[in-house]
């Protein structure tokens, strides 16, 4: 099993800016990537950036050029770097891990809210 914990999400205004944090533990080894999905109310969960085993990350289109996604791996830590943060960036952020083949970890989410 591995445990993933987010924390770092808050209430800012439009403009601003907030870094996410996902602390990994538990049997991590294996994993070959993890990612930020974010849910919005009455909205699908979609993936907002993602970052594989050697450092290449993806980002959804709505995202590119204000967030970045990175990792430390002496930390088991993912962060995400969300700058420029608007009103439809409000949502619930979640941390998740893959493993293998069809082994999916998430974690319980954290709430960025981006309103003035």
């Known amino acids: 099993q591995v445990q993933l914990v987010e924390s770092g999400g808050g209430l800012v205004q439009p403009g601003g800016s907030l870094r996410l944090s996902c602390a990994a533990s538990g049997s991590i080894g294996g994993i070959t990537n993890m990612d930020w999905y974010r849910q919005a109310p009455g909205k699908q969960r979609e993936l907002v950036a993602g970052?594989?085993?050697?450092?290449?990350?993806n980002y959804a289109d709505s995202v590119k050029g204000r967030f970045t996604i990175s990792n430390d791996n002496a930390k088991n830590t993912v962060y995400l770097q969300m700058n420029s943060l608007k009103p439809e960036d409000t949502a619930v952020y979640y941390c998740?891990?893959?493993?293998?083949?069809?082994?999916?970890?998430w974690g319980q989410g954290t709430q960025v809210t981006v309103s003035s």
């Open positions: 998740h891990a893959k493993r293998g083949l069809t082994s999916d970890y």
């Open positions: 970052i594989i085993r050697g450092g290449l990350t």
